[in-house]
């Protein structure tokens, strides 16, 4: 397959656009926002070059600001853009079509158009003999009305990149789902009823998210890219034990330093899916603090291992026990003073002990 790696893209002339030929026989459609509510929408076919791309992208926004081809480029680093142009490459076009405003900005296609555009530059330059100059110069978008409500775009996206065909990855759904709330005023339960997802992973996806947010404002960086501990946090809150801990400042606080700088004590999603029995002991916490996680969890595993051989001596002692109270048996004067002696030690045990008893087996 072959992958193109220009550093820019192609300059054509775009001439102005005429809004007469735009819109000359482009039909008017309904697109399903959400159960029975549509949005009447145009279908248009313009220029390949004349779109424009969306710097609020949720695969961009928390990048440092840059003009088109910057977004561009980003976009086109973006993993799966490669295959995505193979697809439409071999295809001959697209078989979605992106969503455009009236202003013509990409509002869901953005990795789409960037395909297609290099694309159109390869063809105009004769690297794909296979095509004709203009195959990909123009394409057919779903224009949005004017005055289309915010609300409505953010359900249309969401139903696009959340419940449907879930190109976007959990961070950018979570990211949409966080909007809907925060500046489109929606409950989680209306959410959930649009895109048909339980309130609980709504309510989950924006603990997760906000928690992210808070994680960036204390620990910034150039290129965003602490925007993508969301899946610690995703993790971290998934986990009723774990979410349970955190709910305190001062636990969530320390999360924070373990995932965080080039060095992190925690370095993957999957070591927070076994961060529970660390946290829970004050001196495994310490060592994932000063050692590192590996440890941590070694120091764990070898006090679980002692408990089981613990447990395994309880239970021969019950077992011998067991034995002696079911069968014929003379009690000696040293065998009282002896089973004596094993009921005092119990008692002390469980009363010194009473603070410490757990439900683990």
């Known amino acids: 397959m072959f992958f193109p790696d220009k550093e820019k893209r192609g300059q054509h002339f775009v001439p102005p656009l005429d809004p007469v030929e735009v819109f000359r026989d482009a039909p008017t459609l309904e697109l399903e926002v959400t159960h029975g509510r549509k949005l009447r929408v145009r279908l248009v076919t313009v220029p390949i070059h004349a ?157 997760a998210y906000q928690a992210t947010l808070d994680y960036g404002k204390l620990y910034p960086d150039v290129e965003g890219k602490w925007i993508h501990k969301f899946s610690y946090f995703y993790e971290l809150f998934r986990n009723e034990f774990l979410s349970e801990w955190a709910r305190t400042p001062e636990n969530l606080q320390t999360f924070f330093g373990l995932i965080s700088g080039t060095s992190p004590k925690i370095k993957t999603g999957n070591q927070v899916r076994k961060l529970g029995p660390i946290v829970a002991d004050p001196r495994a916490i310490n060592i994932l603090k000063m050692e590192g996680f590996d440890k941590a969890l070694d120091s764990v595993k070898r006090k679980q291992s002692q408990s089981s051989e613990f447990t395994k001596a309880l239970q021969r002692a019950s077992d011998t026990l067991l034995e002696i109270s079911s069968g014929p048996l003379r009690i000696t004067r040293t065998n009282a003073r002896l089973l004596g002696d094993i009921k005092n030690h119990i008692e002390e045990i469980l009363r010194s002990r009473s603070h410490s008893i757990t439900d683990s087996t």
């Open 51 to 207: 779109l424009s791309l969306n710097p609020d992208n949720p695969r961009v926004r928390h990048r440092t600001p840059g003009d088109e081809e910057l977004v561009e480029n980003w976009l086109w680093e973006e993993t799966g853009t490669r295959s995505l142009y193979n697809e439409i490459r071999y295809s001959g076009g697209l078989s979605e079509k992106p969503i455009i405003d009236s202003s013509f900005k990409v509002i869901e296609g953005n990795r789409r158009i960037v395909c297609l555009r290099r694309l159109d530059d390869q063809a105009k330059n004769g690297e794909l003999p296979d095509a004709s100059e203009s195959l990909f110069e123009k394409i057919q978008c779903f224009m949005l009305p004017q005055d289309v409500e915010p609300r409505d775009v953010a359900l249309l996206i969401a139903r696009v990149h959340v419940s449907g065909k879930r190109e976007w990855s959990p961070l950018n759904q979570a990211e949409q789902i966080f909007e809907m709330v925060t500046k489109r005023g929606m409950s989680n339960a209306e959410i959930g009823s649009a895109l048909s997802i339980s309130p609980k992973k709504t309510s989950l996806m924006l603990q």
